[in-house]
């Protein structure tokens, strides 16, 4: 018997063993109107079934099921979670109802179960996947400024105890099938998805029928203990400040989920399913969620899709890489292409330094056979990729030619000029440059067409985001190819327009600016630098500028000035001259050059005693918010100016770029992205962000003045997308 509920397929077999194939409209199953009404109509009906020995949850797409429909959820706004609390109850109730068929109930996953899609296979009695490479399970919903709302949190718990299940919930991890049978969330693997059926009925034919799930048997109790075990006391107890290390109270989705898991062991099943809706429905319209999930996913996939690449044009691979210096980010090029199976070309002016170069990889695979995640086997294969050289004959035939030198003009048209020659046919020359214009270095190529800039962040090894800059020449066929070497070495790519600082460095270099004049202005130094962290910055702007190095900044500054521009089209003149005279008047040159704002010892580091008083004639004090507000809505402005002037190819870009490669607070989406929720008194959106300009503005200058592309999308009643 057979038929066809909303896109359930509904099959029993001669065992009345009923299989229910999920083929909802659209490329993957989520929880979206289709699927509660299938999924009604497909309880209901199971409810009714006679005789029943059995059910079994499968699917037709190449995932078993995609989770929550998000695009449903960015439609929610402040004052209607009443309405998805009631949305997220009637398919809790569905499932309670399976639940309760009394008939063995078994997922068959044939792809990745994350989020709603792993909450289904939790209220199924059993759950079997086929172990590929490609599957992931897990509760991801933390990730997207949501909990799990479906039963997620309440499951897990009962299922795994609050110990083992409470981790997994707040960082939001997704396993690989073997993971996740180890961890408990699945019961059995199969080898391939045809075993899967056939594995399901084999389990239902010998299991007896009045099967009841563990949380619904008379003597259940929550493994590890509940609310009264002194275990989960303790638990309980240390969890809201550690948890708060790592959030700084900026994500309320995390301290959700730990409420609602206090909750799970102390109260009854139902009850918990009910308070984890509430949570759930009131996480919804926040504009964390909505920036999570428009910045930090779908805008994300839509970069990691290919959006930015040139269409029409065959993908490449590079056989061959070249790079051109052994220094920091050129020893990390290296260990990144050999990573990923690249034979790498790693030339220096020394075979010493060359060497020095590959050891660098040989470092970064012993760390990891320490923390077991590699083997000697693994780091003598990677190695053997890495080739070092001083001699550049060596680089004949690279598909690809990557200059990794310090920020100097000269030396880098140099270089390039003499490694031109020894590129493959269509070959592609790049320059990993950070500020330096690609149509300035391109003056000295031949083919400045076969000529684009492919910026690496530091440490390479960790940073996951390259920002390929297109030169006034540069091909679509040389973009391409760029941005497919970006890919193939597991990177993700964002494309942008040529300009002096490019989008990410020119937008940090406004964080560094404006902590340089509040410096000057007289506020505590080590207040600036942790309200920079209370943002959500990684790290506080006179941190990271001391990693970074005054010796560096200045560097770049003079050589900027040296071809009669300074700094980019952002006003960082504040953080030049600080860093001039931190060097040529203290010598204090950065951390690894002995200290620069802070002096470091084995103990940790301290405040450079000197640093005030040198820079400020008398100390002052400034609202809090004024100072984190000043920190933030500069790199907003910035990041904005850039859209406006075409530096930027796409808002997802900026906020993929700012997420990634800059270090944008999570809570936002990305810079451009934060504009679209911002919130100031009554007002919200664009809007808002324009009147906390002008107040920025008024007090303290005009670089917070709204960018015109601010005011145009505000006329237009329009967001950025």
Same mark, same amino acid.
């Given at each position: 018997?057979?038929?066809? $509920?909303?896109?359930?397929?509904?099959?029993?077999?001669?065992?009345?063993?009923?299989?229910?194939?999920?083929?909802?409209?659209?490329?993957?199953?989520?929880?979206?109107?289709?699927?509660?009404?299938?999924?009604?109509?497909?309880?209901?009906?199971?409810?009714?079934?006679?005789?029943?020995?059995?059910?079994?949850?499968?699917?037709?797409?190449?995932?078993?099921?995609?989770?929550?429909?998000?695009?449903?959820?960015?439609?929610?706004?402040?004052?209607?979670?009443?309405?998805?609390?009631? $949305?997220?109850?009637?398919?809790?109730?569905?499932?309670?109802?399976?639940?309760?068929?009394?008939?063995?109930?078994?997922?068959?996953?044939?792809?990745?179960?994350? =989020?709603?899609?792993?909450?289904?296979?939790?209220?199924?009695?059993?759950?079997?996947?086929?172990?590929?490479?490609?599957?992931?399970?897990?509760?991801?919903?933390?990730?997207?400024?949501?909990?799990?709302?479906?039963?997620?949190?309440?499951?897990?718990?009962?299922?795994?105890?609050?110990?083992?299940?409470?981790?997994?919930?707040? #960082?939001?991890?997704?396993?690989?099938?073997?993971?996740?049978?180890?961890?408990?969330?699945?019961?059995?693997?199969?080898?391939? @998805?045809?075993?899967?059926?056939?594995?399901?009925?084999?389990?239902?034919?010998?299991?007896? #029928?009045?099967?009841?799930?563990?949380?619904?048997?008379?003597?259940?109790?929550?493994?590890?203990?509940?609310?009264?075990?002194?275990?989960?006391?303790?638990?309980?107890?240390?969890?809201?400040?550690?948890?708060?290390?790592?959030?700084?109270?900026?994500?309320?989705?995390?301290?959700?989920?730990?409420?609602?898991?206090?909750?799970?062991?102390?109260?009854?099943?139902?009850?918990?399913?009910?308070?984890?809706?509430?949570?759930?429905?009131?996480?919804?319209?926040?504009?964390?969620?909505?920036?999570?999930?428009?910045?930090?996913?779908?805008?994300?996939?839509?970069?990691?899709?290919?959006?930015?690449?040139?269409?029409?044009?065959?993908?490449?691979?590079?056989?061959?890489?070249?790079?051109?210096?052994?220094?920091?980010?050129?020893?990390?090029?290296?260990?990144?292409?050999?990573?990923?199976?690249?034979?790498?070309?790693?030339? @220096?002016?020394?075979?010493?330094?060359?060497?020095?170069?590959?050891?660098?990889?040989?470092?970064?695979?012993?760390?990891?056979?320490?923390?077991?995640?590699?083997?000697?086997?693994?780091? #003598?294969?990677?190695?053997?990729?890495?080739?070092?050289?001083?001699?550049?004959?060596?680089?004949?035939?690279?598909?690809?030619?990557?200059?990794?030198?310090?920020?100097?003009?000269?030396?880098?048209? =140099?270089?390039?000029?003499?490694?031109?020659?020894? $590129?493959?046919?269509?070959?592609?020359?790049?320059?990993?440059?950070?500020?330096?214009?690609?149509?300035?270095?391109?003056?000295?190529?031949?083919?400045?067409?076969?000529?684009?800039?492919?910026?690496?962040?530091?440490?390479?090894?960790?940073?996951?985001?390259?920002?390929?800059?297109?030169?006034?020449?540069?091909?679509?066929?040389?973009?391409?190819?760029?941005? @497919?070497?970006?890919?193939?070495?597991?990177?993700?790519?964002?494309?942008?327009?040529?300009?002096?600082?490019? *989008?990410?460095?020119?937008?940090?270099?406004?964080?560094?600016?404006?902590?340089?004049?509040?410096?000057?202005?007289?506020?505590?130094?080590?207040?600036?630098?942790?309200?920079?962290?209370?943002?959500?910055?990684?790290?506080?702007?006179?941190?990271?500028?001391? #990693?970074?190095?005054?010796?560096?900044? @200045?560097?770049?500054?003079?050589?900027?000035?040296?071809?009669?521009? *300074?700094?980019?089209?952002?006003?960082?003149?504040?953080?030049?001259?600080?860093? =001039?005279?931190?060097?040529?008047?203290?010598?204090?040159?950065?951390?690894?050059?002995?200290?620069? *704002?802070?002096?470091?010892?084995?103990?940790?580091?301290?405040?450079?005693?000197?640093?005030?008083?040198?820079?400020?004639?008398?100390?002052?004090?400034?609202?809090?918010?004024?100072?984190?507000?000043?920190? $933030?809505?500069?790199?907003?402005?910035?990041?904005?100016?850039?859209?406006?002037?075409?530096?930027?190819?796409?808002?997802?870009?900026?906020?993929?770029?700012?997420?990634?490669?800059?270090?944008?607070?999570?809570?936002?989406?990305?810079?451009?992205?934060?504009?679209?929720?911002?919130?100031?008194?009554?007002?919200?959106?664009?809007?808002?962000?324009?009147?906390?300009?002008?107040?920025?503005?008024?007090?303290?200058?005009?670089?917070?003045?709204?960018?015109?592309?601010?005011?145009?999308?505000?006329?237009?009643?329009?967001?950025?997308?």
């Amino acid at each position: 018997m057979s038929d066809n $509920l909303h896109g359930f397929h509904y099959h029993k077999d001669s065992d009345a063993i009923v299989t229910i194939t999920m083929d909802l409209d659209g490329p993957v199953n989520a929880m979206n109107e289709q699927f509660r009404l299938a999924f009604t109509a497909t309880v209901e009906k199971l409810s009714h079934e006679k005789p029943l020995h059995g059910v079994i949850f499968a699917s037709a797409k190449n995932t078993f099921f995609a989770g929550g429909d998000l695009k449903e959820m960015l439609q929610c706004m402040p004052g209607e979670e009443e309405s998805f609390y009631e $949305l997220v109850q009637g398919i809790k109730a569905d499932m309670r109802k399976l639940e309760h068929l009394q008939v063995p109930v078994v997922a068959a996953i044939n792809g990745s179960a994350l =989020g709603g899609g792993l909450e289904l296979c939790l209220a199924c009695n059993y759950r079997i996947a086929s172990d590929k490479k490609s599957t992931l399970i897990g509760l991801p919903e933390v990730t997207l400024g949501l909990l799990p709302g479906g039963g997620g949190v309440v499951r897990s718990i009962h299922l795994l105890g609050l110990q083992k299940a409470l981790p997994l919930l707040i #960082e939001g991890k997704r396993m690989r099938p073997a993971q996740a049978l180890e961890t408990g969330f699945i019961d059995h693997l199969v080898a391939t @998805d045809e075993e899967l059926i056939p594995a399901a009925k084999a389990w239902i034919l010998q299991t007896p #029928e009045g099967w009841q799930q563990p949380w619904d048997r008379p003597k259940h109790k929550i493994p590890g203990g509940d609310v009264w075990h002194p275990v989960i006391q303790q638990t309980l107890a240390a969890a809201p400040a550690m948890l708060f290390q790592k959030t700084r109270g900026l994500l309320p989705a995390p301290e959700r989920i730990l409420s609602v898991a206090a909750d799970v062991v102390t109260v009854d099943f139902d009850t918990a399913q009910r308070i984890e809706s509430r949570a759930f429905a009131s996480l919804v319209p926040t504009k964390e969620a909505k920036n999570l999930i428009t910045g930090g996913f779908f805008q994300m996939n839509k970069i990691n899709s290919g959006a930015s690449r040139p269409r029409d044009i065959a993908p490449r691979r590079v056989a061959k890489l070249g790079v051109l210096g052994a220094g920091m980010m050129g020893q990390g090029i290296a260990y990144s292409a050999a990573k990923s199976g690249v034979p790498v070309i790693l030339k @220096d002016v020394s075979i010493d330094a060359a060497n020095k170069g590959k050891a660098y990889s040989g470092m970064l695979m012993d760390k990891q056979i320490a923390r077991g995640r590699a083997s000697e086997a693994d780091k #003598e294969a990677l190695l053997s990729l890495i080739h070092p050289t001083q001699d550049m004959a060596d680089l004949q035939g690279c598909d690809l030619i990557i200059e990794a030198v310090f920020e100097d003009l000269a030396l880098k048209h =140099g270089i390039l000029a003499e490694a031109e020659q020894y $590129l493959a046919e269509n070959g592609v020359l790049a320059s990993n440059t950070s500020t330096l214009p690609i149509s300035l270095l391109a003056e000295g190529v031949k083919n400045p067409q076969r000529f684009i800039g492919i910026h690496f962040f530091s440490p390479v090894d960790k940073m996951p985001l390259i920002e390929i800059i297109r030169g006034e020449a540069s091909e679509d066929s040389t973009l391409a190819a760029a941005f @497919d070497f970006s890919q193939q070495i597991r990177k993700t790519p964002i494309v942008v327009n040529d300009s002096l600082g490019f *989008f990410t460095s020119r937008v940090f270099s406004t964080y560094l600016d404006e902590a340089a004049r509040m410096l000057t202005e007289g506020v505590d130094p080590m207040l600036i630098d942790n309200l920079g962290k209370q943002i959500g910055m990684p790290v506080g702007p006179l941190t990271v500028q001391d #990693e970074v190095s005054q010796q560096l900044a @200045d560097r770049i500054a003079d050589t900027h000035k040296a071809m009669g521009v *300074f700094c980019s089209k952002a006003d960082t003149s504040a953080n030049a001259e600080v860093c =001039g005279r931190m060097v040529k008047e203290f010598n204090r040159l950065g951390r690894h050059h002995g200290g620069g *704002f802070f002096d470091y010892s084995e103990g940790g580091k301290t405040l450079w005693p000197e640093l005030a008083k040198n820079f400020a004639s008398q100390a002052i004090e400034l609202d809090h918010a004024d100072i984190k507000d000043r920190l $933030l809505v500069r790199q907003v402005i910035e990041s904005l100016k850039c859209l406006e002037e075409g530096v930027l190819s796409s808002v997802a870009d900026g906020n993929v770029g700012s997420l990634m490669g800059i270090g944008a607070p999570t809570w936002t989406g990305g810079f451009i992205q934060m504009v679209n929720t911002y919130q100031h008194g009554d007002l919200y959106g664009p809007a808002a962000f324009a009147a906390r300009c002008d107040e920025l503005a008024a007090q303290f200058g005009d670089r917070f003045e709204q960018p015109q592309i601010l005011r145009n999308n505000i006329a237009n009643n329009a967001f950025f997308h």
